[in-house]
T-cell receptor, first 112, second 115 residues
């Protein structure tokens, strides 16, 4: 069946360091892969996405890497700040139905 | 401000008492969806709608109903709530489903407790 999973439930980093959050997926048919950030008491917030025919996409302080060979997705956050503390979810999206399949989430803790 | 608004934000109720969670978006989005979020299970899709009068089941539709009579609203109805529907619910919308690249915007969630 379909599944999208994250390697680590919790990641703790020092403020100013770079963070890397990983995700493994199993469905090769999805057209888009998305990263969401969820802060306490709020809904998931879109960070960045990547089309399946790309292997890298950069945003402001964030980079998403897609390795289709090993079905691996990662989110890199440069110069991690306290405001980056949240739960991060990867998701894959069906281009036909818009359905999102979410991974379990990684909690990012930023130490001052 | 572009947003997805859910009401109520919190509700404690009893088994069998019908309830409706409203969802409204002001972005003229065609696509809307409901998810529930449970510890250890992540976010799972309940129902989705690609446009007015078009709805379809997600992964966990049992015990839920939805309607899409107008573009901006997508209420979630629990006709006879049961304790296993205690969860955190999110409504989301996006410009359109097909073609990808249209991020889903989420509401801030509705925490339901069914006693």
């Amino acid at each position: 069946g379909e599944s999208v999973g994250l390697h680590l439930p919790t990641l703790s980093v020092q403020e100013g360091d770079n963070s890397i959050i990983n995700c493994a997926y199993s469905n090769s048919a999805s057209d888009y892969f998305i990263w969401y950030k969820q802060e306490s008491g709020k809904g998931p917030q879109f960070i960045i996405d990547i089309r399946s025919n790309m292997d890298k996409r950069q945003g402001q302080r964030v980079t998403v890497l897609l390795n289709k060979t090993v079905k691996h997705l990662s989110l890199q956050i440069a110069a991690t700040q306290p405001g980056d503390s949240a739960v991060y979810f990867c998701a894959e999206r069906s281009s036909n139905t818009g359905k999102l399949i979410f991974g379990q989430g990684t909690t990012l803790q930023v130490k001052p | 401000e572009a947003q997805v608004t859910q009401n109520p934000r919190y509700l404690i109720t009893v088994t069998g008492k019908k309830l409706t969670v409203t969802c409204s978006q002001n972005m003229n989005h065609e696509y809307m969806s409901w998810y529930r979020q449970d510890p250890g299970l992540g976010l799972r899709q309940i129902y989705y709608s690609m446009n007015v009068e078009v709805t379809d089941k997600g992964d966990v539709p049992e015990g839920y109903k939805v309607s899409r009579k107008e573009k901006r609203n997508f209420p979630l109805i629990l006709e006879s709530p049961s304790p296993n529907q205690t969860s955190l619910y999110f409504c989301a919308s996006s410009l359109w489903a097909a073609g990808g690249g249209q991020p889903q915007h989420f509401g801030d969630g509705t925490r339901l407790s069914i006693l």
